[in-house]
Protein backbone atom coordinates (compact mmCIF):
# COMPACT_ATOMS: atom_id res chain seq x y z
CA UNK A 1 0.00 0.00 0.00
CA UNK A 2 2.88 2.71 0.91
CA UNK A 3 4.43 1.74 -2.76
CA UNK A 4 0.74 2.50 -4.60
CA UNK A 5 1.30 6.12 -2.32
CA UNK A 6 4.22 6.45 -3.37
CA UNK A 7 4.16 6.24 -7.23
CA UNK A 8 0.94 8.49 -7.17
CA UNK A 9 2.83 11.00 -5.42
CA UNK A 10 5.83 10.87 -7.88
CA UNK A 11 3.38 11.36 -10.11
CA UNK A 12 1.54 14.05 -8.69
CA UNK A 13 4.88 15.68 -8.03
CA UNK A 14 6.00 15.26 -11.79
CA UNK A 15 2.94 16.66 -13.15
CA UNK A 16 3.39 19.88 -11.17
CA UNK A 17 6.88 20.37 -11.92
CA UNK A 18 8.06 22.28 -15.03
CA UNK A 19 9.62 20.33 -17.52
CA UNK A 20 12.84 23.01 -17.51
CA UNK A 21 13.53 21.45 -13.68
CA UNK A 22 12.81 17.96 -14.65
CA UNK A 23 15.38 18.07 -17.54
CA UNK A 24 17.67 19.59 -14.97
CA UNK A 25 17.62 16.66 -12.65
CA UNK A 26 17.71 14.43 -15.81
CA UNK A 27 20.69 16.37 -16.94
CA UNK A 28 22.41 16.02 -12.72
CA UNK A 29 21.74 12.47 -13.07
CA UNK A 30 22.88 11.54 -16.61
CA UNK A 31 26.14 13.93 -15.52
CA UNK A 32 26.54 11.78 -12.13
CA UNK A 33 26.37 8.78 -14.34
CA UNK A 34 28.55 9.88 -17.10
CA UNK A 35 31.27 10.39 -14.61
CA UNK A 36 31.13 7.10 -13.41
CA UNK A 37 30.44 5.19 -16.59
CA UNK A 38 33.04 7.53 -18.21
CA UNK A 39 31.13 8.75 -21.09
CA UNK A 40 33.48 11.70 -21.75
CA UNK A 41 36.63 11.70 -24.55
CA UNK A 42 38.00 14.73 -25.35
CA UNK A 43 39.64 16.22 -29.13
CA UNK A 44 41.61 18.26 -29.96
CA UNK A 45 41.48 21.33 -31.98
CA UNK A 46 44.72 22.75 -33.79
CA UNK A 47 45.82 26.15 -33.10
CA UNK A 48 47.75 26.95 -35.98
CA UNK A 49 50.46 29.65 -37.07
CA UNK A 50 48.75 31.46 -39.86
CA UNK A 51 52.03 32.14 -41.90
CA UNK A 52 53.63 28.51 -41.94
CA UNK A 53 50.78 26.25 -40.87
CA UNK A 54 52.88 24.90 -38.34
CA UNK A 55 51.04 23.67 -35.40
CA UNK A 56 52.66 23.81 -32.13
CA UNK A 57 49.66 23.99 -29.98
CA UNK A 58 46.13 22.72 -29.81
CA UNK A 59 43.03 23.15 -27.36
CA UNK A 60 41.64 20.05 -25.40
CA UNK A 61 37.50 20.13 -25.82
CA UNK A 62 35.21 17.63 -24.26
CA UNK A 63 33.05 15.63 -25.41
CA UNK A 64 30.12 13.66 -23.73
CA UNK A 65 28.47 10.88 -25.86
CA UNK A 66 25.24 9.46 -24.06
CA UNK A 67 24.10 6.49 -24.62
CA UNK A 68 20.65 7.30 -25.40
CA UNK A 69 20.53 10.67 -26.11
CA UNK A 70 23.89 11.01 -28.66
CA UNK A 71 26.16 14.06 -28.71
CA UNK A 72 25.31 16.44 -25.86
CA UNK A 73 27.08 19.78 -26.42
CA UNK A 74 29.57 21.40 -22.89
CA UNK A 75 27.38 24.58 -23.75
CA UNK A 76 24.73 22.66 -22.17
CA UNK A 77 26.69 20.61 -19.38
CA UNK A 78 29.52 22.41 -18.09
CA UNK A 79 27.31 24.88 -16.73
CA UNK A 80 25.53 22.27 -14.77
CA UNK A 81 28.60 20.07 -13.61
CA UNK A 82 29.93 23.62 -12.74
CA UNK A 83 27.08 24.60 -10.24
CA UNK A 84 26.59 20.99 -8.79
CA UNK A 85 30.60 21.04 -8.27
CA UNK A 86 31.08 17.74 -10.63
CA UNK A 87 33.21 19.63 -12.80
CA UNK A 88 36.10 19.56 -10.06
CA UNK A 89 36.25 15.78 -10.86
CA UNK A 90 35.67 15.77 -14.33
CA UNK A 91 38.40 18.36 -14.76
CA UNK A 92 40.95 16.20 -12.62
CA UNK A 93 40.02 13.51 -15.55
CA UNK A 94 40.89 15.74 -18.14
CA UNK A 95 44.02 17.05 -16.93
CA UNK A 96 45.34 13.55 -16.38
CA UNK A 97 44.44 12.95 -20.03
CA UNK A 98 45.79 16.03 -21.20
CA UNK A 99 49.25 16.00 -19.86
CA UNK A 100 49.74 12.35 -20.44
CA UNK A 101 48.86 12.72 -24.08
CA UNK A 102 50.96 16.04 -24.52
CA UNK A 103 53.54 14.07 -23.42
CA UNK A 104 53.21 11.43 -25.76
CA UNK A 105 53.29 13.43 -28.26
CA UNK A 106 55.75 15.80 -27.06
CA UNK A 107 58.55 12.81 -26.67
CA UNK A 108 57.35 11.12 -30.32
CA UNK A 109 55.99 13.84 -32.93
CA UNK A 110 56.41 17.19 -31.70
CA UNK A 111 59.29 18.24 -28.51
CA UNK A 112 57.39 21.74 -28.22
CA UNK A 113 53.91 21.05 -28.09
CA UNK A 114 51.38 22.63 -26.03
CA UNK A 115 47.76 21.31 -25.26
CA UNK A 116 45.84 23.87 -23.26
CA UNK A 117 42.88 22.81 -21.00
CA UNK A 118 39.73 25.58 -20.14
CA UNK A 119 39.06 25.56 -16.44
CA UNK A 120 36.29 27.22 -14.23
CA UNK A 121 35.63 29.32 -11.47
CA UNK A 122 34.86 26.20 -9.18
CA UNK A 123 38.28 25.13 -9.62
CA UNK A 124 39.82 28.42 -8.36
CA UNK A 125 38.30 27.92 -4.85
CA UNK A 126 40.46 27.58 -1.30
CA UNK A 127 43.12 29.31 -2.95
CA UNK A 128 43.21 27.62 -6.30
CA UNK A 129 44.12 24.70 -4.64
CA UNK A 130 43.16 22.63 -7.25
CA UNK A 131 44.84 24.03 -10.23
CA UNK A 132 47.91 24.75 -7.75
CA UNK A 133 48.44 20.52 -7.73
CA UNK A 134 48.57 20.72 -11.31
CA UNK A 135 52.13 21.68 -11.36
CA UNK A 136 53.14 19.47 -8.80
CA UNK A 137 51.77 16.86 -10.54
CA UNK A 138 53.20 17.46 -13.88
CA UNK A 139 56.92 17.84 -11.80
CA UNK A 140 55.80 14.66 -10.20
CA UNK A 141 55.48 12.11 -13.77
CA UNK A 142 58.40 13.88 -14.94
CA UNK A 143 56.30 16.14 -17.74
CA UNK A 144 57.94 19.23 -18.65
CA UNK A 145 55.47 22.21 -17.69
CA UNK A 146 55.30 23.28 -20.98
CA UNK A 147 53.11 20.28 -22.22
CA UNK A 148 49.91 22.16 -20.86
CA UNK A 149 48.63 25.78 -20.77
CA UNK A 150 44.91 26.80 -18.88
CA UNK A 151 42.77 29.04 -20.35
CA UNK A 152 40.33 31.09 -18.38
CA UNK A 153 38.06 33.26 -19.06
CA UNK A 154 36.98 37.15 -17.82
CA UNK A 155 34.34 36.33 -16.00
CA UNK A 156 36.61 34.08 -13.46
CA UNK A 157 39.10 37.24 -12.59
CA UNK A 158 35.67 39.01 -11.84
CA UNK A 159 34.85 36.55 -9.02
CA UNK A 160 37.49 36.56 -7.07
CA UNK A 161 40.70 38.51 -8.43
CA UNK A 162 43.18 37.98 -5.79
CA UNK A 163 42.66 34.41 -5.10
CA UNK A 164 42.87 33.33 -8.72
CA UNK A 165 45.72 35.57 -9.67
CA UNK A 166 47.92 34.14 -6.70
CA UNK A 167 47.18 30.43 -8.26
CA UNK A 168 47.81 31.52 -11.67
CA UNK A 169 50.87 33.02 -10.85
CA UNK A 170 52.05 29.73 -8.98
CA UNK A 171 51.43 28.41 -12.18
CA UNK A 172 53.12 30.19 -14.26
CA UNK A 173 56.71 30.39 -11.94
CA UNK A 174 56.34 26.75 -12.53
CA UNK A 175 56.35 27.56 -16.50
CA UNK A 176 52.35 26.85 -17.17
CA UNK A 177 51.40 29.06 -19.09
CA UNK A 178 47.95 31.23 -19.29
CA UNK A 179 45.31 32.04 -22.19
CA UNK A 180 42.31 34.61 -21.14
CA UNK A 181 39.41 32.79 -23.22
CA UNK A 182 36.70 34.56 -24.97
CA UNK A 183 38.19 37.84 -24.99
CA UNK A 184 35.91 40.83 -25.38
CA UNK A 185 32.65 38.86 -24.26
CA UNK A 186 32.77 39.33 -20.13
CA UNK A 187 32.73 41.64 -17.88
CA UNK A 188 36.03 43.39 -19.44
CA UNK A 189 37.92 45.62 -17.93
CA UNK A 190 41.43 46.30 -18.57
CA UNK A 191 42.31 46.69 -14.98
CA UNK A 192 43.11 42.70 -14.89
CA UNK A 193 45.15 43.19 -17.56
CA UNK A 194 47.73 45.69 -15.69
CA UNK A 195 47.57 43.44 -12.90
CA UNK A 196 48.48 40.21 -14.04
CA UNK A 197 50.35 38.94 -17.00
CA UNK A 198 49.03 36.41 -19.37
CA UNK A 199 50.99 34.61 -22.18
CA UNK A 200 47.90 34.70 -24.18
CA UNK A 201 44.60 36.84 -25.28
CA UNK A 202 41.94 34.57 -27.75
CA UNK A 203 40.07 37.18 -29.72
CA UNK A 204 36.80 35.84 -29.02
CA UNK A 205 34.70 34.87 -32.20
CA UNK A 206 32.13 36.77 -32.40
CA UNK A 207 34.56 39.30 -33.37
CA UNK A 208 36.59 37.45 -35.67
CA UNK A 209 33.83 36.23 -37.69
CA UNK A 210 32.36 39.35 -38.29
CA UNK A 211 35.74 41.34 -39.32
CA UNK A 212 34.73 41.09 -43.30
CA UNK A 213 31.15 42.45 -42.74
CA UNK A 214 31.33 44.72 -39.33
CA UNK A 215 34.17 47.39 -39.32
CA UNK A 216 33.44 48.13 -35.56
CA UNK A 217 34.60 44.64 -35.19
CA UNK A 218 37.88 44.64 -38.04
CA UNK A 219 38.67 47.92 -35.54
CA UNK A 220 38.15 45.77 -32.53
CA UNK A 221 40.41 42.72 -33.79
CA UNK A 222 43.25 45.32 -34.61
CA UNK A 223 42.94 47.27 -31.62
CA UNK A 224 43.14 43.88 -29.66
CA UNK A 225 46.09 42.74 -31.24
CA UNK A 226 47.83 46.00 -30.99
CA UNK A 227 47.36 46.35 -27.10
CA UNK A 228 48.29 42.66 -26.74
CA UNK A 229 51.46 43.25 -28.30
CA UNK A 230 52.36 45.81 -26.25
CA UNK A 231 51.25 44.01 -23.13
CA UNK A 232 53.93 41.28 -24.24
CA UNK A 233 51.08 38.62 -24.64
CA UNK A 234 50.58 36.45 -28.00
CA UNK A 235 47.43 36.52 -29.66
CA UNK A 236 45.25 33.62 -30.65
CA UNK A 237 42.07 34.62 -32.64
CA UNK A 238 39.40 32.60 -32.21
CA UNK A 239 36.55 30.56 -34.69
CA UNK A 240 38.40 31.69 -38.01
CA UNK A 241 35.92 30.44 -41.27
CA UNK A 242 37.00 32.28 -43.97
CA UNK A 243 40.10 32.78 -45.78
CA UNK A 244 39.32 36.57 -46.18
CA UNK A 245 39.05 36.70 -42.49
CA UNK A 246 42.33 34.79 -41.99
CA UNK A 247 44.06 37.49 -44.91
CA UNK A 248 42.56 40.40 -42.34
CA UNK A 249 44.14 39.02 -39.45
CA UNK A 250 47.70 38.59 -40.88
CA UNK A 251 47.62 41.88 -41.83
CA UNK A 252 46.63 43.00 -38.60
CA UNK A 253 49.50 41.38 -37.04
CA UNK A 254 48.03 37.85 -35.58
CA UNK A 255 50.25 35.25 -35.91
CA UNK A 256 48.06 31.82 -33.91
CA UNK A 257 44.86 31.53 -35.27
CA UNK A 258 41.95 28.51 -34.83
CA UNK A 259 38.96 27.87 -36.12
CA UNK A 260 37.36 25.67 -39.14
CA UNK A 261 39.00 27.19 -41.84
CA UNK A 262 41.97 25.46 -40.09
CA UNK A 263 40.60 22.75 -38.86
CA UNK A 264 37.84 20.79 -36.98
CA UNK A 265 38.66 19.75 -33.40
CA UNK A 266 40.15 16.01 -33.80
CA UNK A 267 40.14 12.98 -32.74
CA UNK A 268 43.15 11.47 -30.72
CA UNK A 269 43.88 9.29 -34.15
CA UNK A 270 43.14 12.12 -36.37
CA UNK A 271 45.30 14.93 -34.53
CA UNK A 272 48.16 11.86 -34.38
CA UNK A 273 47.83 11.81 -38.00
CA UNK A 274 48.35 14.93 -38.45
CA UNK A 275 51.54 15.43 -36.33
CA UNK A 276 53.34 12.58 -38.00
CA UNK A 277 52.14 14.43 -41.55
CA UNK A 278 54.12 17.80 -40.82
CA UNK A 279 57.00 16.26 -39.66
CA UNK A 280 57.41 14.48 -43.26
P1 LIG B 1 35.85 27.77 -25.96
O1 LIG B 1 36.84 27.40 -24.93
O2 LIG B 1 35.83 29.19 -26.40
O3 LIG B 1 36.10 26.78 -27.18
C1 LIG B 1 35.95 27.13 -28.52
C2 LIG B 1 34.64 26.59 -29.08
O4 LIG B 1 34.50 27.06 -30.43
C3 LIG B 1 34.61 25.08 -29.18
O5 LIG B 1 33.25 24.70 -29.00
C4 LIG B 1 35.03 24.83 -30.63
O6 LIG B 1 34.61 23.59 -31.12
C5 LIG B 1 34.34 25.98 -31.31
N1 LIG B 1 34.96 26.35 -32.58
C6 LIG B 1 36.23 26.21 -32.97
N2 LIG B 1 36.43 26.71 -34.21
C7 LIG B 1 35.25 27.21 -34.61
C8 LIG B 1 34.81 27.87 -35.81
O7 LIG B 1 35.56 28.11 -36.75
N3 LIG B 1 33.51 28.25 -35.85
C9 LIG B 1 32.63 28.02 -34.83
N4 LIG B 1 31.39 28.43 -34.96
N5 LIG B 1 33.02 27.39 -33.69
C10 LIG B 1 34.31 27.00 -33.58
P2 LIG B 1 32.83 23.53 -28.02
O8 LIG B 1 33.82 22.41 -28.10
O9 LIG B 1 31.40 23.24 -28.27
O10 LIG B 1 32.99 24.16 -26.58
C11 LIG B 1 32.21 25.22 -26.19
C12 LIG B 1 32.67 25.79 -24.88
O11 LIG B 1 32.50 24.84 -23.83
C13 LIG B 1 34.14 26.15 -24.86
O12 LIG B 1 34.36 27.41 -25.46
C14 LIG B 1 34.42 26.13 -23.38
O13 LIG B 1 34.01 27.33 -22.77
C15 LIG B 1 33.54 24.99 -22.90
N6 LIG B 1 34.36 23.77 -22.82
C16 LIG B 1 34.67 22.88 -23.80
N7 LIG B 1 35.46 21.90 -23.34
C17 LIG B 1 35.68 22.19 -22.02
C18 LIG B 1 36.43 21.56 -20.98
O14 LIG B 1 37.13 20.55 -21.17
N8 LIG B 1 36.38 22.15 -19.72
C19 LIG B 1 35.66 23.29 -19.49
N9 LIG B 1 35.67 23.80 -18.24
N10 LIG B 1 34.96 23.91 -20.45
C20 LIG B 1 34.97 23.37 -21.70
MG1 LIG C 1 38.77 27.73 -24.66
MG1 LIG D 1 37.17 30.56 -26.59
MG1 LIG E 1 33.83 30.43 -26.65
Not at 17 to 45: G, P
Not at 82 to 103: K, P
Not at 186 to 209: E, P, R
Request: with cysteine.
Amino acid sequence: RAKTRGRNSIHYFTENMSTDFLKRMEMIDDLRTAVEQQQFHLVYQPIVDLRTHQITKAEALIRWHHPQKGMISPIEFIPIAEEIGLIVEISEWIFNQVSQQAHEWRQRYCANLSISINTSPVQYRNEGKLVKAWADSLIAQGISSEAISIEITEHLLMENQAEVVEALEKLRQQGITISIDDFGTGYCSFSYLKNFAFDYLKIDQSFVQNMSIDNNDAALCEAIIVMAGKLNMQVIAEGIETEEQKQLLVAAGCTLGQGYLLSKPLSVADFEQLLIKQNQ
